[in-house]
Nanobody, 122 residues
Framework: QVQLAESGGGLVQPGGSLRLSCAAS????????KGWYRQVPGKQRELVAA???????NYAESVKGRFTISRDNAKNTMYLQMNSLRPEDTAVYYC????????????????WGQGTQVTVSS
């Protein structure tokens, strides 16, 4: 069983940066693809960035060029570096583990973090 715990959220001004971390328990972290989602009240959870187990990344158009997903398998930790933040990036951010199938990331239903709030405001 793997448990995920996000950290690094907070309040930042527009144009600022934050780095989210997601620490995983268990020894199977490296075999899974990884994804970061975000959700605002009243809207569906949105996939922001995903990373294959081989290290290939994919991004939502809205964050491309500003966000970077990465992982450190030795530390069982994944990251989301967020630069040039905008008010519309405000959301609760969640990390997940999953798989890729025909180029699409599918999160496992049982491998989610609890979420961390990111607020971008002046």
């Amino acid at each position: 069983q793997v448990q995920l715990a996000e950290s690094g959220g907070g309040l930042v001004q527009p144009g600022g940066s934050l780095r989210l971390s997601c620490a995983a328990s268990g020894s199977i972290f490296s075999i899974y693809a990884k994804g970061w989602y975000r959700q605002v009240p009243g809207k569906q959870r949105e996939l922001v960035a995903a990373l294959t187990s081989g290290g290939i990344s994919n991004y939502a158009e809205s964050v491309k060029g500003r966000f970077t997903i990465s992982r450190d398998n030795a530390k069982n930790t994944m990251y989301l570096q967020m630069n040039s933040l905008r008010p519309e990036d405000t959301a609760v951010y969640y990390c997940s583990l999953g798989t890729y199938y025909y180029g699409t990331y599918y999160p496992r239903s049982d491998y989610w973090g609890q979420g961390t709030q990111v607020t971008v405001s002046s």
